[in-house]
Nanobody, 126 residues
C-alpha cells in the first residue's frame, strides 16, 4: 500500500519558520515529480511548490516564491518544504503529492497527482 505521510505542521507566529516533511512508503518516488499543495478554509486546493524527478527543476507559486524551498532526500524517500517568513495568509492544510507519470514536467493541476498525503495543519498567528 502506497502512503504519503506529512509531518511538521503546527502553530507559528508571523515571520517565523516551519519545516514540513513528507515520508513515502510502499513505493519509491525518487524519480517522480513531487509537490506541495495547500488548502485554506473555503478555498480551492492550490499548488505552491514542485520538484522534478530529475531534481534539477523547481516551480513555486508567486505567493511563496523566495520564502519556501522544496527539497528531496532520495535515500530516505522523503520530500521537505522549508517555509520561512511565514504570513497569516499561509494558514492552511498542507498536502504533499506525487506524480509518477512525469519526471521533468511539474504540473500545477491537483488532479494530475495520483498520490496524496492526509495533510498537516499550518497556522500562522499575528
Amino acid at each position: 500500500q502506497v502512503q504519503l505521510v506529512e509531518s511538521g505542521g503546527g502553530l507559528v507566529q508571523a515571520g517565523g519558520s516551519l519545516r514540513l516533511s513528507c515520508a513515502a512508503s510502499g513505493r519509491t518516488f525518487s524519480n517522480s515529480v513531487v509537490a506541495w499543495f495547500r488548502q485554506a478554509p473555503g478555498k480551492e486546493r492550490e499548488f505552491i511548490a514542485g520538484l522534478s524527478g530529475s531534481g534539477d527543476s523547481t516551480k513555486y507559486s508567486n505567493s511563496v516564491k523566495g520564502r519556501f524551498t522544496i527539497s528531496r532526500d532520495r535515500a530516505k524517500n522523503t520530500v521537505s518544504l522549508q517555509m520561512n517568513s511565514l504570513k497569516r495568509e499561509d494558514t492552511a492544510i498542507y498536502y504533499c503529492a506525487a506524480d509518477p507519470d512525469h519526471i521533468f514536467v511539474i504540473v500545477v493541476t491537483p488532479n494530475v497527482y495520483d498520490y496524496w498525503g492526509q495533510g498537516t495543519q499550518v497556522t500562522v498567528s499575528s
